[in-house]
């Protein structure tokens, strides 16, 4: 089945759906999920957002565009996070076409600059995004690498 990439304030009744994926996948609390989506919904501006890869009502894989994914640099918004896609899902690009639909989408709506913070160190390279330098992340032990999209 093909998949389709759709924007939360497209189809806003994916929201608890959605929320509970990304809580699922990335072990943050469901209601900080659900708050940023709100947000994303009451549309005061285009962060945060949401995109989900979707094949009929299952979710594949799925993002999110905030101001920061809790890290030291302030100063390096928006931030992409929460990439993920189903284990029997990868290998298909489906990451890689989220990262390129939300780049365009936010480029479309003034922000042509994107930050991500991840310990991957060749994955996103492919996608046009570059290593930019290295974060604190919140309570983490260790530094993690930070990646620049310019649009």
């Not at 659900?34 to 799925?62: F, H, K, N, Q, T």
């Not at 890290?71 to 899902?89: F, G, I, Q, S």
């Not at 990451?95 to 479309?108: F, N, S, T």
Request: charged share 25%.
């Amino acid at each position: 089945m093909e998949y389709q990439i759709i924007r939360l304030t497209d189809r806003p009744q994916m929201k608890e759906q959605a929320a509970q994926w990304f809580h699922e996948k990335w072990g943050i609390a469901l209601a900080a999920y659900l708050e940023s989506m709100e947000e994303c919904l009451a549309g005061r501006g285009p962060v945060p957002a949401w995109y989900m890869a979707v094949e009929g009502d299952r979710i594949v894989g799925g993002l999110g565009v905030i101001e920061n994914d809790f890290h030291d640099r302030k100063d390096l918004a928006p931030n992409v996070c929460a990439v993920y896609t189903e284990a029997d899902r990868r290998g298909r690009g489906i990451a890689g076409a989220l990262l390129a639909y939300v780049c365009e989408d936010l480029k479309q709506q003034g922000i042509d600059t994107l930050y991500l913070a991840t310990d991957h160190s060749s994955f996103y390279e492919r996608y046009g995004w570059e290593f930019l330098c290295m974060a604190q992340g919140d309570g983490e032990p260790e530094m993690t690498r930070m990646y620049i999209h310019r649009g």
